[in-house]
């Protein structure tokens, strides 16, 4: 199971249905991100689904548990795939992806791994 030490949570409102440990990005609320280049905010934490309009509590530093959505290993910087899901971030030479942090544990899709928050961004 994901290590996790959640170092501060943000309570905000969701804008869209936002599945529990997803990557989120900032609209005109929470959304799940959907591409390696949205401006990543967080991880949604909880164990169950949160509606547009309800609140929704998102890790915005320390460890915090992901769902991944490919295969990842210890050490890999993480962005998010077109559902919100952690994948390592592979940008084409001269594009960049914008990262959620870097992998804590190594997983392969669907597992419910471990992210060192430390949004940023990565250049190929």
Known sequence: ???KNPLLIKTLTAAGTVNPYRIVKDGTGMVQAAAATDKLFGVAEGT???ASGERIDVIV????PV???GNVSIGDLLTSDANGKAVAAAPSAGSNNRIIG???EAGVSGDIGSVLISQGSVQG
């Open 1 to 3: 199971m994901a290590n």
């Open 48 to 50: 169950k689904s949160v």
């Open 67 to 69: 769902e991944y959505g």
């Open 61 to 64: 530093a320390g460890i915090a």
């Open 102 to 104: 870097i992998a804590y």
